[in-house]
Protein backbone atom coordinates (compact mmCIF):
# COMPACT_ATOMS: atom_id res chain seq x y z
CA UNK A 1 0.00 0.00 0.00
CA UNK A 2 1.58 3.73 -0.89
CA UNK A 3 2.37 5.45 1.85
CA UNK A 4 -0.35 8.66 2.11
CA UNK A 5 1.45 11.65 3.62
CA UNK A 6 -2.10 13.67 4.12
CA UNK A 7 -3.62 10.73 5.89
CA UNK A 8 -0.25 10.33 8.16
CA UNK A 9 0.00 14.39 8.80
CA UNK A 10 -4.23 14.35 9.75
CA UNK A 11 -3.83 11.39 12.04
CA UNK A 12 -0.44 12.91 13.68
CA UNK A 13 -3.07 16.28 14.18
CA UNK A 14 -5.42 13.58 16.03
CA UNK A 15 -3.27 12.26 18.21
CA UNK A 16 -1.65 15.19 19.62
CA UNK A 17 -4.84 17.00 19.90
CA UNK A 18 -5.60 14.05 22.34
CA UNK A 19 -2.10 14.09 24.05
CA UNK A 20 -1.89 17.61 24.93
CA UNK A 21 -5.69 18.52 25.60
CA UNK A 22 -4.62 15.45 28.29
CA UNK A 23 -1.44 16.63 29.24
CA UNK A 24 -0.58 19.87 28.03
CA UNK A 25 2.58 21.06 25.84
CA UNK A 26 5.51 19.88 28.56
CA UNK A 27 3.23 17.08 29.77
CA UNK A 28 3.04 15.98 26.00
CA UNK A 29 5.31 12.86 24.57
CA UNK A 30 6.12 12.58 21.14
CA UNK A 31 6.56 9.11 21.58
CA UNK A 32 2.70 8.63 22.31
CA UNK A 33 1.84 10.98 20.05
CA UNK A 34 3.43 9.40 17.06
CA UNK A 35 2.91 5.33 18.79
CA UNK A 36 -1.39 6.45 18.74
CA UNK A 37 -0.84 7.76 14.94
CA UNK A 38 0.92 4.87 13.81
CA UNK A 39 3.35 6.72 12.43
CA UNK A 40 7.06 6.96 12.72
CA UNK A 41 8.32 9.88 15.73
CA UNK A 42 10.53 11.37 12.77
CA UNK A 43 7.56 12.15 11.36
CA UNK A 44 6.76 14.51 13.87
CA UNK A 45 9.49 16.79 13.06
CA UNK A 46 9.41 16.06 9.04
CA UNK A 47 6.10 17.36 8.95
CA UNK A 48 6.21 19.77 11.94
CA UNK A 49 9.29 20.91 12.86
CA UNK A 50 9.18 20.68 16.68
CA UNK A 51 6.72 19.66 19.72
CA UNK A 52 5.77 22.86 19.97
CA UNK A 53 5.55 24.14 16.45
CA UNK A 54 3.28 20.54 16.25
CA UNK A 55 1.29 21.93 19.27
CA UNK A 56 0.42 25.10 17.60
CA UNK A 57 -0.72 23.14 14.49
CA UNK A 58 -2.77 21.46 16.46
CA UNK A 59 -4.24 24.75 18.00
CA UNK A 60 -5.05 26.44 14.48
CA UNK A 61 -6.64 23.28 13.17
CA UNK A 62 -8.77 22.93 16.15
CA UNK A 63 -9.77 26.47 16.09
CA UNK A 64 -10.54 26.41 12.20
CA UNK A 65 -13.13 23.27 13.22
CA UNK A 66 -14.24 25.28 15.65
CA UNK A 67 -15.23 28.65 13.25
CA UNK A 68 -16.51 26.14 10.56
CA UNK A 69 -18.45 25.00 13.23
CA UNK A 70 -19.90 28.53 14.82
CA UNK A 71 -19.32 31.04 12.22
CA UNK A 72 -19.64 34.80 13.37
CA UNK A 73 -22.24 36.76 13.05
CA UNK A 74 -21.75 39.82 14.59
CA UNK A 75 -25.36 40.97 13.98
CA UNK A 76 -26.74 38.30 15.94
CA UNK A 77 -24.27 38.08 19.06
CA UNK A 78 -26.92 36.13 21.44
CA UNK A 79 -27.06 33.50 18.81
CA UNK A 80 -23.48 33.10 18.17
CA UNK A 81 -23.24 33.01 22.13
CA UNK A 82 -25.60 30.48 22.03
CA UNK A 83 -23.98 28.53 19.28
CA UNK A 84 -20.90 28.80 20.38
CA UNK A 85 -22.12 27.78 23.77
CA UNK A 86 -23.43 24.18 22.27
CA UNK A 87 -19.98 23.70 20.42
CA UNK A 88 -17.89 24.37 23.37
CA UNK A 89 -19.47 22.06 25.62
CA UNK A 90 -19.88 19.13 22.87
CA UNK A 91 -15.66 19.51 22.28
CA UNK A 92 -14.35 20.16 26.10
CA UNK A 93 -11.08 19.18 24.92
CA UNK A 94 -10.78 22.03 22.99
CA UNK A 95 -11.05 24.33 26.23
CA UNK A 96 -8.73 22.51 27.96
CA UNK A 97 -6.14 22.77 24.81
CA UNK A 98 -6.46 26.69 24.87
CA UNK A 99 -6.35 26.61 28.67
CA UNK A 100 -3.02 24.41 28.35
CA UNK A 101 -1.26 26.81 26.10
CA UNK A 102 -2.54 30.03 28.41
CA UNK A 103 -0.70 28.03 31.38
CA UNK A 104 2.38 27.56 29.75
CA UNK A 105 3.01 29.72 27.16
CA UNK A 106 0.90 32.60 27.33
CA UNK A 107 1.14 33.58 24.24
CA UNK A 108 -1.19 34.03 20.97
CA UNK A 109 -0.65 33.92 17.66
CA UNK A 110 -0.64 36.45 15.37
CA UNK A 111 -3.48 34.99 13.07
CA UNK A 112 -5.35 34.68 15.99
CA UNK A 113 -4.83 38.31 16.74
CA UNK A 114 -6.08 39.66 13.57
CA UNK A 115 -9.47 37.19 13.35
CA UNK A 116 -10.23 38.42 16.66
CA UNK A 117 -9.56 42.19 15.92
CA UNK A 118 -11.51 42.05 12.29
CA UNK A 119 -14.06 39.66 14.66
CA UNK A 120 -14.18 42.93 16.97
CA UNK A 121 -14.30 45.52 14.03
CA UNK A 122 -17.49 44.20 12.51
CA UNK A 123 -18.92 44.28 15.62
CA UNK A 124 -18.12 47.93 16.25
CA UNK A 125 -19.88 48.48 13.70
CA UNK A 126 -22.75 46.64 14.20
CA UNK A 127 -23.61 48.32 17.95
CA UNK A 128 -21.98 51.69 16.71
CA UNK A 129 -19.43 51.43 19.59
CA UNK A 130 -16.66 53.94 20.13
CA UNK A 131 -13.35 51.92 19.80
CA UNK A 132 -11.82 48.79 18.62
CA UNK A 133 -10.96 47.92 22.03
CA UNK A 134 -14.87 48.40 23.56
CA UNK A 135 -15.51 45.79 20.97
CA UNK A 136 -12.61 43.69 21.61
CA UNK A 137 -13.58 44.02 25.39
CA UNK A 138 -17.00 42.96 24.75
CA UNK A 139 -16.57 39.64 22.16
CA UNK A 140 -13.69 38.30 24.71
CA UNK A 141 -16.87 38.44 27.73
CA UNK A 142 -19.29 36.79 25.45
CA UNK A 143 -16.46 34.05 24.79
CA UNK A 144 -15.99 33.78 28.69
CA UNK A 145 -19.34 33.84 29.16
CA UNK A 146 -20.08 31.31 26.32
CA UNK A 147 -17.44 28.67 27.95
CA UNK A 148 -17.55 29.34 31.32
CA UNK A 149 -20.01 27.00 31.74
CA UNK A 150 -17.70 24.23 31.21
CA UNK A 151 -15.81 24.90 34.66
CA UNK A 152 -19.12 24.78 36.80
CA UNK A 153 -18.61 21.83 39.51
CA UNK A 154 -20.82 19.14 38.82
CA UNK A 155 -22.64 19.82 42.05
CA UNK A 156 -23.55 23.52 41.13
CA UNK A 157 -24.40 22.10 38.09
CA UNK A 158 -26.99 19.75 40.19
CA UNK A 159 -28.59 22.68 41.69
CA UNK A 160 -32.37 22.43 41.27
CA UNK A 161 -32.31 18.73 41.19
CA UNK A 162 -33.48 19.18 37.18
CA UNK A 163 -31.89 16.40 34.43
CA UNK A 164 -28.30 17.47 33.53
CA UNK A 165 -29.43 18.05 30.35
CA UNK A 166 -32.38 20.14 30.66
CA UNK A 167 -30.24 22.35 33.37
CA UNK A 168 -27.77 22.63 30.18
CA UNK A 169 -30.14 24.22 28.56
CA UNK A 170 -31.48 26.58 31.43
CA UNK A 171 -27.77 27.76 31.10
CA UNK A 172 -27.57 28.44 27.61
CA UNK A 173 -30.77 30.35 27.96
CA UNK A 174 -29.23 32.63 30.59
CA UNK A 175 -26.15 32.94 28.42
CA UNK A 176 -27.99 34.32 25.44
CA UNK A 177 -29.95 36.46 27.79
CA UNK A 178 -26.94 37.67 29.10
CA UNK A 179 -25.48 38.88 25.74
CA UNK A 180 -28.73 40.51 24.57
CA UNK A 181 -28.60 42.37 27.74
CA UNK A 182 -24.63 43.18 27.02
CA UNK A 183 -26.01 44.14 23.50
CA UNK A 184 -28.75 46.67 24.72
CA UNK A 185 -26.52 48.42 27.18
CA UNK A 186 -23.46 49.08 24.97
CA UNK A 187 -24.96 50.29 22.11
CA UNK A 188 -28.59 50.98 23.02
CA UNK A 189 -30.25 49.41 20.08
CA UNK A 190 -32.55 46.60 20.35
CA UNK A 191 -31.89 45.59 16.99
CA UNK A 192 -28.36 44.95 17.82
CA UNK A 193 -29.61 42.11 20.40
CA UNK A 194 -30.78 40.50 17.04
CA UNK A 195 -32.64 37.24 16.68
CA UNK A 196 -31.64 34.91 18.77
CA UNK A 197 -31.05 31.21 17.55
Known amino acids: MPYDSAATRARLLDAAYAEFSARGLAGARVDRIAAA ?7 IYAYFGSKEELFDAVLVDRIGVLADT ?15 FDALNAAPDLLRLTRWRSLERGDVAPDEVR ?10 RVLDLPDDRTAVDILEIVVAISSAW ?3 PQGL ?9 ERQAAHRAVVVAAVSAICRAMSGKEAAAGPTR
Open 37 to 43: ASANKQA
Open 70 to 84: VPYDPDDLPGYAGDL
Open 115 to 124: SHLDKAVALR
Open 150 to 152: TTV
Open 157 to 165: RAIGGEDPQ
